[in-house]
């Protein structure tokens, strides 16, 4: 027999006001420090930006690098501009499978004790010892959108893809900024597994109640 306090905690529908959210599909990418762009493309090169990303500030270069790792490689993989403090190389659970690493699964920059790969250029390569991860699924939002929503840099929230493949995503990361457009992340492999594609609409929800409300 199931006791009252063991039923989840229900919200009042009325109070679920969801979000829209362009999607973004991040497909694997490379952000290199000045020292690694030296290395890789020659000293004193310079990225020539391909095209800009939705992200203010932000381009894909022109530049690719391959990815090696102890069972395999991946050619052509895109770098990503401006440079970074701290070179990081971001795959789907599938990359991994193909390179035979186990990269964790991280938020963007959280690369202590991440998984190792090397990295060839044109002009030389580089190892390395940590730097490879899965990025976690996350929304860039605008500090004026976050304060409208009522939400924070570094809250976790839900989020609902509609469709025939539809699903709820759990913990998804809130990344605040003055420089960030609002806009979701997800990996290919994410991506693929519910069918959306970039520009598509999905529905983030900050409730404090069961989740179930949301597929009512």
Request: net charge negative.
């Amino acid at each position: 027999m199931t006791n009252a306090q063991d039923l989840p905690t229900q919200v009042n529908p009325d109070e679920i006001i969801p979000i829209p959210v362009t999607v973004g599909i991040s497909a694997r990418h490379v952000h290199l420090t000045r020292e690694d762009v030296d290395t890789l493309f020659g000293a004193g090169y310079e990225l020539k930006p391909f095209k800009d990303l939705s992200q203010p500030g932000q381009f894909a270069a022109e530049e690719t690098v391959t990815v090696v790792g102890p069972k395999g490689v991946i050619e052509k993989v895109r770098v990503l501009g401006p440079e970074r403090k701290q070179s990081q190389v971001e795959l789907s659970i599938s990359d991994c499978f193909k390179l035979g690493i186990k990269a964790p699964l991280r938020d963007s920059g959280d690369l202590s004790g991440s998984a190792s790969v090397t990295l060839v250029g044109p002009v030389g390569s580089v190892t390395l010892k940590e730097g490879a991860i899965i990025a976690a699924r996350h929304i860039h939002m605008h500090t004026s959108d976050a304060e409208k929503y009522g939400l924070e840099d570094g809250d976790r929230i839900y989020v609902r893809a509609k469709g025939p493949r539809g699903i709820i995503f759990g913990d998804v990361l809130v990344r605040v900024g003055d420089s960030h457009k609002l806009e979701m992340h997800v990996d290919t492999d994410e991506g693929n597994a519910v069918g959306l594609r970039n520009g598509d609409t999905v529905y983030a929800y900050k409730i404090h109640g069961h989740i179930s409300e949301l597929v009512r």
